[in-house]
Nanobody, 113 residues
């Protein structure tokens, strides 16, 4: 399994942008699909976006479609989540997950109104 570490979270005003990164260790990263999830306080963890191993196919939840962009760089073993037009309801801890079942520790995003 790969080991995953997220970064890039922080505090941002509504309408602003952040880019999250998820760095992976291990030689299998480029063969794994990668996903982003988020969990707001007191709520269930929810799917945000996914990208296949090649980067050629992406999927988004309806709540972020048109605002967030998932991408990956297999040479850098990193997957990204570009978050634009952030809303207070995007406030959550964001986690990346590999298709081999590995999870990162999460990075917190807070959007102020």
């Amino acid at each position: 399994q790969v080991q995953l570490e997220e970064s890039g979270g922080g505090l941002v005003q509504a309408g602003g942008s952040l880019r999250l990164s998820c760095a992976a260790s291990g030689s299998t990263f480029s063969s794994n699909d990668m996903l982003w999830f988020r969990q707001a306080p007191g709520k269930e963890r929810e799917y945000v976006a996914g990208i296949d191993w090649s980067g050629g196919s992406t999927l988004y939840s309806e709540s972020v479609k048109g605002r967030f962009i998932i991408s990956r760089d297999n040479l850098k073993n990193t997957v990204y989540l570009q978050m634009n037009d952030l809303k207070p309801e995007d406030t959550a801890t964001y986690y990346c997950k590999s298709s081999d079942g590995s999870w990162g520790q999460g990075t917190r995003v807070t959007v102020s109104s």
